[in-house]
Structures are given as structure tokens and as C-alpha cells.
């Protein structure tokens, strides 16, 4: 069973979070501020943390470094809106992945999934999506039976997004994945890379269904 610790300062979210998630058959833990969250974490056995950025007691943020010194347990972040500087920021500081209020709990439950999932995945060596094969450790691309070229920037790039499955990967991370340097903050510089891969893997490269935009935040890879 799944343990997961929801921690979100108003009880009737919590109780509707902690209801929907025991019916579906996870193992509930609720903390209505960060110092009670903190203490289930530290308590172990905890598979996956669904956390609330805006406690009473402590800053959301604080609580992710905290649980992150810890362990590398997933952070799924609730966030109030999509984009909101919060949320980046969080990401940015090591949690996994976000959901906006008020939730979808399909797609909360799809989230929650995935984050656990990726928790407990051994090294993957290919992924496949729409007609291409990517092999990561010979590091080729086949799209139709043909090789496809790619520069080292365009490599770095889906590789990053490939090992992480259904993850949003911020702007920040991947600029500093690809350029060694967290400074160098300039979106364009994705969006030319983003773009020339989905032209070389993407059906329709204007409609990607892979290699997925989150408008201010990041990139996603979906299978
Ligand atoms: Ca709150």
C-alpha cells in the first residue's frame, strides 16, 4: 500500500484530499501544518508527500528543504494557480511536481502515480513515443526506421525530459542542465531547442503531444 502524506492547512480540502485517497486504496497521513508534517517524514515510511505551500507555521518551501536533506521521497506540490512564482520556485528547490487547486483528482491521482513511480523505476535504457525510439544509453534516435541526428544541445535536452516521464521539468533546471549555469535565465534559448526537436520527433510539431509546453513554467515529456 502506498503511504502518502497530505499536508494542507484547510481542513476541509484535507478532509476531502484524505477521503478521495483512502478510497482509493493509498494509506493516508495528514498534517495540517509543516511541523506536523515534518515529524510523519521523519517518522520514515512515508512513499509520496502531497504538500500545500501556504501553512500557518512554516514556509512550504522550508518544509521541502527539510524533507529533502532527509530523503528523496516525491513532492507533489498543491499549488492555488498554474504559473504562480510559488510553485516555480518549489520546483525549482526539488519537489516533483505540482497540481493546481481546486483539484482534478483524476489528474491529481495520475500525478501521485507517476511521482511514485518514477520514485522506484530502476535506470531506464529506451523509451519509445508515437514512431521514434530513443535509445539512452547508445544515446541513437530512431524515427521510422530511420537514424535520427541530433545536436548535443538537442541530446541533452530530450534526454532530460525523457528520464523524467510525465514530470515538469522547470525552465531553470533545464537552462542549468544545459548551459552550467543557474544565472542564465532566458526562455528563447529553450524554446529554439524545444522547437527543433519537435520538428525532427513531433507528428505535427505545432501540436506536440510529447514534447508538451507548460506556459512560464517548463516542459513535460508524456509517452
Ligand atoms: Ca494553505
Redesign the pocket.
Known sequence: MTRVLVV???PQ?LRALALNLTARGYDVLEAPDGTTALTHAAGGEVDVVLL?????DLDGLDVIRALRTASAVPIVV?S?RAGSSDTVTALDHGADDYVTKPFDMPELLARLRAATRRAHRDQVESVAFGDVTVDLAAKTVVRRGAAVHLTPTEWHLLEALLRNPGRLITQRRLLTLLRGDPGHTDPSYLRIYVAQLRRKLEDEPSRPRHLLTEPGMGYRFEA
Do not use: F, M, S, V
Not at 52 to 56: I, K, S, V
Open positions: 494542507e492547512d484547510e480540502i500545500d505551500l501556504g501553512l500557518p498543491l492555488a
